[in-house]
């Protein structure tokens, strides 16, 4: 069993850790944020994530800790950069999160004495590892290049099923070909039945890009197609029931709505333009991904609007917040540009989600936030459904506390009838 650190204790890292800590590994996971750490620390998790927190319960205090201090790095085997890699205001990556842990983890490396590897988890774009990763680390230790093992490992888990993805992937993406790579990735993945596909440090981080790409990708294609059939009166689900079943296809990712959104496949989408730009290329196949889903939320506030007219002073019921179900993550939530689009129109917003009210009430303090959907529905002129969350798979009766029950769906997960979707 392996001792090793975790750099960055959010979505991606704590998971890894806790884990990792119930493959039976000793984990310490570092993050700056020192709120994060004491919640760690003390069984609970700061995200919402189905199982986490009871596997931090389970391991803290023996396979488990966390700290806002690096010093775990001196007698860690394996170190896991899982720190965040947003988008800078012109799109493209930011590496400040990056840059900052590598000095510390160079810092904190010089007392480490044994052969140790570092593994990057954190989305990173081709290249980044070799130019910036490697060179950061290595100016800020002691420790010589030929004692520190640099892999590349990107992660792939989606939140809400993140712990079943991390036990079960499709597959490892291990960059990095090199014989002592293999010791560190068996002994670390042993438990986990996966192939593990070993590539070059770049081709291990172009598949992550390549992998949103696709998967973005199909969610747009689904987009397209369902306005479409909007429009011939054709069921998009029924379409993509039967074009999925082509296994050279796939079912997944074929449901149309209001588009994605997660803190991945905008901030990737983004990058990866910019790379090729720089590179003299016109990826317009990628841009026209971005354009569709930029489009979809104006295309739910229009179907609102051909109901009940103009939005101004009308009452609007928003039932979910979260970009997905069985998060509270809101990081491009399409909730957010229909929330702002709305405000803007000065309609006034009653809004319900069972996990991510918290998290939007940072952006958007000054909106009705209720208890429960029949709360956000009393007397409102539309409804419009936004995240595909189980309960609202149950509401019926409920819509009638509405002043007029129109519902708009930019998700296909209400049964009862009435309701119009976004492209169905
Ligand atoms: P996150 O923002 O939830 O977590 C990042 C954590 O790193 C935060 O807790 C932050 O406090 C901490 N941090 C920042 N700088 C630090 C430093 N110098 N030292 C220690 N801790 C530091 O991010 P996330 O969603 O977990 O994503 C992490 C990476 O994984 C990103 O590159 C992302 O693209 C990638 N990824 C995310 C997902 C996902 O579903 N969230 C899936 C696959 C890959």
Known sequence: MMQISIVGGGYVGL???????????????????????????????????????QLIKQHIGSELRASTKFD????????????????????????????????????????????????IKSTVLPGTTENI????????????????????????LREGKAIEDFMHPDRIIIGNNESYSKYFINELYEKIPAPIIYTDIPTAEMIKYTSNAFLATKISFANEIGNICKHLHINAYDVMKGVGLDHRIGSQFLNAGIGFGGSCFYKDLSALILLAQKNNENPILLQSIID???????????LLENKIGDVSDKYITLLGLAFKNDTDDIRESRAIPIIRELLQKKAHLAVYDPMA??????IFPDIKYCNNAIDALTNADGCL???????????????????????????????????????W
């Open 72 to 119: 775990s790095i001196a007698s860690a085997e394996v170190i896991f950069i899982c720190v965040g890699t947003p988008q800078t205001p012109n799109n493209n990556i930011d590496l400040s999160f990056i840059k900052s842990a590598c000095s510390s983890i160079g810092m904190s490396l010089t007392n480490n004495i044994s052969e140790c590897c570092v593994i």
């Open 357 to 362: 009210m918290t998290n939007m009430r940072q």
């Open 15 to 53: 998971v890894t850790g806790a884990c990792f800590a119930h493959l039976g590994h000793y984990i310490t996971i570092i993050d700056i944020d020192a709120d994060k750490v004491h919640l760690i620390n003390n069984g609970q998790s700061p995200i919402y994530e189905i199982g986490l927190e």
């Open 385 to 423: 459904v936004l995240t595909e969350w189980t309960e609202f798979s149950k509401l019926d009766t409920e819509f009638d506390v509405m002043k007029h029950k129109v519902i708009i769906a930019g998700r296909k997960i209400l049964t009862c009838k009435g309701v119009e979707g976004i492209c």
């Open 133 to 156: 990763i490697r060179p950061e680390i290595l100016t800020s230790t002691k420790k010589s290049e030929n004692e520190i093992n640099f892999i590349v490992n990107p992660e792939f």
């Open 292 to 302: 569709i889903n930029t489009r979809q939320p104006h295309k739910l506030i229009a």
